[in-house]
């Protein structure tokens, strides 16, 4: 089994490009270092906004830049799916908005492989 991921990367992305706490947090537009020592120490989650301006900053997708986040969130979804499969399937007639909706669910929980995908 593969070692789980961080929450996420964004110390790592940071230093890598000799950027300091502050120098993130004027880019992100926030006014201390504070908040973004508060991101990568796990202790405070950013909105969409902040998670788009990382993405921007970084030039890193989002999932990547929060990765055990992002396979948190993926693993509760498919369980939820699974369930919504579970329900549905059991109906005794199916009709094409059902089957539609099974046709996504299916895709959520069975996800195509590909050669760079780590699922």
């Known amino acids: 089994m593969p070692n ?11 230093k ?4 300091s706490q502050e120098d993130v947090a004027i880019l992100l537009g926030a006014k201390s270092g504070t908040k973004v020592s508060r991101y990568e120490s796990f202790t405070r989650t950013p909105g969409p906004f902040t998670t788009f301006a990382f993405q921007i900053i970084f030039d890193q997708p989002a999932s ?13 979804i498919r369980r939820r799916a699974r369930s919504m499969m579970k329900k549905l399937e059991a109906q005794e007639h199916l009709g094409k908005k059902t089957l539609r ?3 996504l669910l299916r895709a959520i929980v069975e996800p ?7 699922t």
């Not at 890598?16 to 950027?19: E, F, T």
């Open 4 to 14: 789980p991921r961080l929450q996420n990367y964004l110390r790592t992305y940071r």
């Open 16 to 19: 890598r490009y000799a950027l």
């Open 64 to 76: 990547e830049l929060f990765a055990g986040t992002y396979d948190e969130v993926r693993q509760q």
């Open 101 to 103: 909706k099974l046709e």
């Open 112 to 118: 195509r492989q590909t050669s760079s995908s780590s």
